[in-house]
């Protein structure tokens, strides 16, 4: 079955403490990225990447880092979590070309007391 | 760079009744627009999308929608609503630069008994 699997699904963290959040396909996608979700803002990118080794800021980069060492992982990583990164984290994965469409993990409900 | 508008960020109909989710984009090139739907504690799923060709698309669970080019519009519909379709849609634009999508703020919907 073509999935996209996130992992933890719920994290409660504090302040400071380094954290990351796992992401694989198993669609051989080229293209990943990471969202957060916030009431009324809808989807925001954080980071995207192209392909293995190829990674790129999104629209609220701050505070986070990924890698894509393998084509099918994209773990997102928060160096010093702060309150503010309390919110609901997508990881998507899609093929090459415009008109593909993402394929969205469950998601991680993260909070940062 | 694209931009998605989703008028009334809460939408609420009576069971039986017609459903209209209400999209627009801004877009120099021709869009790829799709429209996603995210159940309570889900991640987000597909109902449809558009690419080329016919401009009324036929998506899961009964919706539909209509790519307007002179309206930038592409408004989703259902002609009857049910109780399950309660959930929160997303409108989202590609504009053929693989790694972007651009959502909308989304749309709550509420269908009563």
């Known amino acids: 079955e073509a999935q996209v699997t996130q992992n933890p699904r719920y994290l409660i963290t504090v302040t400071g403490k380094k954290l990351t959040v796992t992401c694989s396909q198993n669609?051989?996608?080229?293209?990943m990225s990471w969202y957060r979700q916030d009431p009324g803002l809808g989807l925001r990118q954080i980071y995207y990447?192209?392909?293995?080794?190829?990674?790129d800021k999104g629209d609220v980069p701050e505070g986070y880092k990924v890698s894509r060492k393998e084509k099918r992982n994209f773990p997102l990583i928060l160096e010093s979590p702060s309150p503010n990164q309390t919110s609901l984290y997508f990881c998507?994965?899609?093929?090459?070309?415009?008109?593909?469409?993402?394929?969205f993990g469950q998601g991680t409900r993260l909070t940062v007391v | 760079a694209q931009s998605v508008t989703q008028l009334g960020s809460h939408v609420s109909v009576s069971e039986g009744a017609l459903v209209l989710l209400r999209c627009n984009y801004s877009?120099?090139?021709?869009?790829?627009l799709f429209w996603y739907v995210q159940y309570p504690n889900q991640g987000l799923q597909l109902l449809l999308k558009?690419?080329?060709?016919?401009?009324l698309v036929k998506g899961i669970n009964g919706f539909e929608a209509e790519f307007k080019k002179s309206e930038t519009s592409f408004h989703l519909t259902k002609p009857s609503a049910h109780m399950s379709d309660a959930a929160e849609y997303f409108c989202?634009?590609?504009?053929?630069?693989?790694?972007?999508?651009?959502f909308g703020s989304g749309t709550k919907l509420n269908v009563k008994p």
């Open positions: 998507a994965s899609r093929g090459m070309g415009g008109g593909t469409e993402a394929f």
């Open positions: 669609m051989n996608h080229e293209y």
């Open positions: 990447s192209m392909n293995v080794e190829v990674t």
């Open positions: 877009s120099s090139v021709p869009p790829y």
């Open positions: 558009y690419t080329t060709g016919a401009t």
């Open positions: 989202a634009v590609s504009d053929g630069n693989f790694n972007k999508f651009y």
